[in-house]
């Protein structure tokens, strides 16, 4: 099986591709990282010639609709943004699928029955509300939620230099800020309340805690050198309640603890499950103060999160939804079945 996988930019979701390329080739799965704003679809379809192609119904074009239609035998998977019944609100910065786009995907999908399938990042009940609208054209819509890079997190060591009470990374921009400005920022007030360190590739300008770059391969040993972890999501989650960033799952993996704000589908996911839930500001800065004195507590928290993380949500077991989506349904299961008798990373 040959599968290629369209990026288009870093940002989270890059991650989470490389994430599914790393699992699909260590399991003898071979992968073409397609950077698809840099290499043309016929370069990229031409020279590596996929059985599966994993993309985004955002960046079709003439040119990899037809790298498609010349395939019967590709089976297809693309990320498409919202289309179903759920209101729209320009406040809040949700993908949301454009019509040229659906009627695009509608042409395509009664000509070649491609793509087998639809996703996005919600779990699935929330899918089947904001993506409710794709069955009309007759394109299922599935859950593929975020997961923990086994490759990248699992491997963490301790390092006195990142060791602190709060440690963060991520970018400060004026629309996630609304949220980290509630939570987060008033914690860095007067300095020395708590021993905090921030990193991130944006300044955090205003905030002497912030402490640059920090390598991605040390970001793992941040999560688990911080006594805490803050998960903080984005307004259009506090709205909804559907957005699950990757924030959790990476700290899991790692190893630390983390204190999230309450989103519903986060919550249905780790709440009992390794992650502690802040109500509002003022319980977040309270159950840092209560385990911040009480590590026995969250080392057990700790310790239950990584088991969680490791037997449910890993890279390996996203891949397994994605080839049980596309029908490949004996492979999914051996690959879960691989992973838990896997003892390269740990006993799980």
């Known amino acids: 099986m040959k599968i290629l996988i369209a990026s288009d930019g870093m940002h989270a979701h890059y991650f989470q591709r490389m994430a599914w390329a790393r699992a699909f080739t260590e399991c003898g799965i071979e992968v073409y990282f397609w950077d698809?704003?840099?290499?043309a679809a016929f370069d990229a379809f031409d020279s590596f010639e996929p059985d599966v192609f994993l993309g985004q119904s955002y960046n079709l074009n003439r040119?990899?609709?037809?790298?498609?239609y010349e395939r019967p035998h590709l089976k297809v998977g693309l990320r498409a943004g919202d289309w179903g019944d759920f209101p729209q609100d320009n406040r809040f910065r949700v993908l949301h699928a454009t019509q040229q786009e659906l009627d695009l995907l509608a042409k395509m999908k009664e000509e070649t029955g491609r793509p087998d399938f639809v996703h996005i990042h919600y779990?699935?009940?929330a899918v089947d509300q904001t993506h409710s609208k794709y069955k009309t054209i007759g394109?299922?819509?599935?859950?593929?939620?975020?997961?923990?890079?086994v490759q990248e997190y699992l491997k963490s060591n301790y390092d006195p230099s990142l060791a602190c009470d709060i440690g963060f990374v991520g970018g400060y921009w004026p629309y996630k800020g609304a949220v980290i400005d509630s939570y987060l920022t008033p914690l860095c007030h007067p300095v020395g309340d708590y021993g905090?360190?921030?990193f991130g590739n944006q300044p955090w300008t205003g905030?002497?805690?912030y402490c640059g770059y920090i390598q991605d391969s040390k970001v793992k040993d941040l999560f688990v050198s911080a006594k805490v972890c803050p998960n903080l999501s984005e307004p259009h989650a506090h709205?909804?309640?559907?957005?699950i960033n990757e924030r959790c799952f990476k700290i899991l993996c790692a190893g630390g603890f983390c204190i999230s704000d309450n989103i519903i589908s986060i919550k249905k996911i780790f709440d009992g499950n390794g992650v502690v839930f802040a109500d509002s500001p003022e319980d977040f800065r309270s159950k840092i103060d209560y385990y911040l004195k009480n590590e026995d507590e969250r080392l057990e928290v700790s310790r239950k999160g990584?088991?969680?993380?490791?037997?449910?949500?890993?890279n390996f077991h996203r891949i397994s939804d994605i080839l049980s989506y596309f029908g490949y349904d004996q492979e999914a299961l051996d690959i879960v079945s691989g992973w838990k008798n896997a003892k390269g990373y740990a006993n799980v």
């Open 123 to 125: 779990d699935q009940e």
């Open 239 to 243: 709205e909804y309640g559907f957005d």
């Open 306 to 314: 990584k088991d969680f993380v490791l037997n449910t949500h890993t």
């Open 139 to 149: 394109i299922e819509a599935k859950s593929l939620i975020m997961c923990a890079d």
């Open 36 to 39: 698809c704003k840099k290499i």
């Open 196 to 198: 905090i360190k921030i």
């Open 63 to 68: 040119s990899l609709v037809k790298c498609i």
């Open 207 to 209: 905030v002497n805690q």
